[in-house]
């Protein structure tokens, strides 16, 4: 009998979960894990590699990518005693001298630490302090502190696309510079994984004055007396050295009160100690959002008592932000020389405004020179009337749709995007409303306990045009509290996929020098770019992210791997050589059952370790179990540092559920699908089928109803067939799976299974779908 075909091209829909897998577009997917839809086809999720230099080493290419601070130099006879900076000691820091590593495996006062090569060293993980001894003689030593990103941001300043790019952990700011993430300035900060930081370059009075503002929100006591450990704003004006937002540097609105009408001494009266957003807005002034005061009454800084005005905004005067009266509100002034009753500095358009609610302001964006504040579950914006005085003026847009992350705020130049505690919501300067309509139920699976929503993070990729929040599960277990998901979002078609991935922060980062071929780790099989690839090139402007360990790498949606962006601080075999236990701080991976796998590289100490494998079981936040296979060799040695993680991404797609006859109540019966594939050496998928909306996979009881029917094997091999020797040259191959199989509806999923996860020549190839052609015949009625 012949077949009818329908064919299903091009992929717009993506991910759609408002209604039942029956009743989704032809298009679209009921599930997609680590896939998404790409001008018109379905491809294999972003990777990702390193951002610093040295690829030439693999075995200490990692260190370039990871946040570090010179600590020192080693002797001519390899010896240095020091303590790190901050007050994090911890298992998972690491120190590297040269090419040599030495990893704090274990706690101790002090520990001996693992080591790469000669030489040994100890370090205290309850004072910081260490000591290395016999280590490579005149020689730089970098500590690398392991805590979260929680910034990353540019100066706007210097040359077009040459713009400086900085991170920041819990405790540091970092420059990128030489290839490497190395700390800049002395600066230390005392926020929590939670205290993301919020910077904007603010241009002044002239463009040599350009300023980077930066601020973590971070206090003791946000209302209550103010603590040594409060971080204030800090600010740059060289690149190198910050300036802390304290002492005569702080931001002074009101002179000490005196006498009246004697006006007090400058540098004296209450101040600003810190604000969630900072922004340059118009007539030149500088905008804090969300402030934190201090009363300042013995005019000295010292603690004095801190007050949070959630809904509060201060702004500066027209001109310089760091001028004596830049921040005073009206009718202040004040003198140097107390009881002359000379006024050196007076109000000349500084002040304050309050929004009429008792929200908090949560995050803002710009709408071309307008200016929209998100409070937690509403939208204002902030409205210029254009005068000295009085300056600004609140205006709701939406009483119901606000932000829940101060992060989330991605803006275009017509819309701003953000995530808020009931969607997603695009807002045009005139309302705010949904975006995700074809998704609604994700937002509600997002963590809404504090830390999980502060701990959204969002950016635009302009290179594929996409969107990507980061954000932690509402299942997730809560010892592992980072972002294990990342929400991919295409604006072009307003299609969605969602990623497994820890990534804390987003940002842009401008490559200094352009990637050769030889520089590269990845293969031929692993890569989509092109010899002229942008993402390849110096200058080009890509997005970074940071991630729980303190790495930084490049998003990229052509490379066909995930970085090696997680530290191994040791290995144990076990008794019977089939399984090794991990210590990985934080690893932020799902146990074998959810899918999780990894590759481990770049063990030292030990052979027979790098690979692929499944994880087995997780222990707890920071240990981990992975099997071997039955036939591989028995590692040996013992583990003496170096060893990295990458998150290994396994593709799992679920379809339509498809019936071509639905409108005239009949079954179907499915014969075969063509797919439609782009080229790859050695790629292939499975593909599983399920019918009648049921979960009985077809291909793994044998054929229907357990007969044991030879189906094949449901490989879907993207490689070329050897019979076919045209298809060496196609770009695009057309290949079947036969199904033989009769049901209510028939729905697929596109998936890896454990022995092609494992396979590098599999697991890392391209994987492209263009389309598919249905052959099917209708059968029996529905209730036949």
């Not at 972003?46 to 002797?75: D, E, H, K, M, P």
């Not at 901050?86 to 006062?109: C, D, H, R």
């Not at 993430?181 to 930081?197: A, C």
């Not at 980072?482 to 820890?502: E, G």
Request: glycine letters at 10%; hydrophobic letters at 35%; aromatic letters at 14%.
């Amino acid at each position: 009998m012949p077949m009818d075909r329908f064919i299903i091209a091009p992929f717009e829909t993506g991910l759609q979960t408002n209604v039942r897998p029956w009743l989704v577009a032809d298009d679209a997917f009921a599930y997609m894990r680590n896939a998404y839809v790409f001008r018109g086809r379905v491809r294999k999720r972003f990777g990702s590699r390193y951002t610093g230099a040295g690829w030439a080493n693999a075995a200490t290419q990692q260190l370039n990518s990871r946040v570090s601070i010179q600590v020192g130099t080693t002797s001519g006879i390899g010896g240095l005693a020091g303590t790190v900076p901050g007050a994090v000691f911890a298992v998972g820091q690491m120190f590297s001298i040269g090419t040599q590593m030495y990893t704090v495996q274990a706690t101790g006062t002090p520990v001996t630490m693992l080591t790469t090569g000669a030489g040994s060293g100890t370090y205290n993980t309850t004072t910081g302090a260490y000591v290395f001894v016999g280590a490579p003689i005149n020689t730089p030593v970098y500590f690398y502190p392991a805590t979260p990103i929680m910034g990353l941001t540019q100066y706007q300043t210097g040359p077009i696309n040459q713009q400086p790019s900085y991170a920041f952990d819990t405790q540091f700011a970092y420059l990128f510079s030489g290839g490497a993430w190395t700390r800049s300035g002395t600066s230390v900060w005392h926020g929590t994984d939670t205290n993301f930081f919020w910077s904007a370059t603010f241009r002044g009075s002239n463009q040599a004055a350009a300023t980077l503002f930066t601020s973590n929100f971070y206090a003791v006591n946000p209302n209550g007396a103010g603590n040594a450990n409060d971080d204030p704003i800090w600010w740059t004006q060289d690149g190198t050295n910050w300036i802390s937002g304290t002492g005569n540097n702080a931001f002074y609105f009101l002179p000490a009160p005196g006498d009246p009408p004697v006006p007090q001494a400058r540098y004296t009266g209450p101040y600003i100690k810190t604000a969630k957003i900072i922004l340059p807005y118009k007539q030149n002034r500088l905008l804090l959002f969300n402030t934190i005061e201090n009363d300042n009454p013995n005019g000295d800084g010292s603690a004095g008592t801190n007050t949070n005005y959630p809904s509060r905004v201060r702004y500066s005067h027209n001109g310089n932000p760091f001028a004596q009266n830049a921040w005073y509100e009206y009718n202040q002034s004040d003198s140097s020389n107390t009881g002359t009753g000379g006024s050196l500095s007076r109000f000349d358009g500084g002040g304050f405004l309050d929004a009429p609610t008792t929200e908090s302001i949560v995050s803002a964006q710009y709408i071309k020179d307008r200016l929209i504040v998100f409070f937690e579950s509403s939208t204002w914006e902030l409205v210029s009337r254009g005068t000295s005085f009085a300056p600004f003026e609140w205006q709701k847009i939406n009483t119901e749709l606000g932000s829940e992350s101060q992060q989330s705020s991605v803006p275009f130049d017509k819309v701003i995007l953000t995530v808020g505690n009931v969607g997603i919501h695009g807002c045009n300067g005139a309302n705010v409303e949904r975006v995700d309509n074809k998704i609604p139920q994700e937002v509600f699976d997002i963590s809404d306990t504090p830390g999980g929503t502060s701990r959204i993070a969002g950016i635009r990729d302009y290179f594929v045009e996409m969107v990507y929040w980061s954000y932690v599960a509402d299942d997730q277990a809560s010892n592992q509290p980072y972002p294990q998901r990342v929400l991919v979002y295409n604006y072009r078609n307003q299609s969605w996929a969602i990623n497994d991935d820890c990534i804390t922060a987003f940002g842009y980062f401008n490559s200094q020098d352009a990637q050769t071929w030889e520089e590269t780790t990845d293969t031929w099989e692993e890569t989509n770019q092109t010899w002229e690839s942008g993402s390849l090139e110096a200058n080009f402007r890509q997005v970074i992210a940071g991630n729980q360990q303190g790495y930084i790498f490049i998003v990229d949606a052509d490379a066909g791997r995930n970085a090696q962006v997680m530290q191994i601080s040791n290995i144990v075999i076990s008794s019977s050589n089939s399984a090794l236990t991990i210590t990985c701080v934080n690893h932020m991976l799902v146990d074998f059952v959810n899918g999780g796998f990894v590759e481990i590289q770049g063990v030292q100490g030990m052979t027979n370790v790098n690979g692929l494998y499944p994880v087995y079981n997780v222990v707890n936040a920071h240990t981990f179990t992975v099997l071997f296979q039955s036939d591989a060799t028995p590692p040996t040695g013992t583990y003496t540092g170096g060893g990295t993680i990458a998150r290994v991404s396994q593709i799992d797609i679920y379809s339509k559920q498809w019936n071509p006859y639905d409108k005239i109540g009949k079954n179907v019966f499915v014969s075969k699908i063509d797919f439609s594939v782009t080229n790859t050496v050695s790629g292939q998928v499975m593909i599983d089928y399920y019918p009648s909306s049921s979960n009985f996979s077809m291909p793994y009881f044998g054929g229907p109803l357990g007969s044991n029917m030879l189906l094949g094997t449901s490989v879907l091999e993207t490689s070329p067939y050897a019979l076919y020797p045209l298809e060496q040259q196609q770009a695009r191959l057309w290949h079947p799976v036969y199904f033989q199989t009769d049901g209510e509806c028939i729905q697929i999923r596109i998936y890896l299974n454990e022995q092609q996860m494992t396979n590098p020549a599999i697991v890392y190839s391209d994987f492209e779908l263009h389309g598919l052609v249905l052959h099917t015949i209708s059968t029996s009625d529905r209730l036949q």
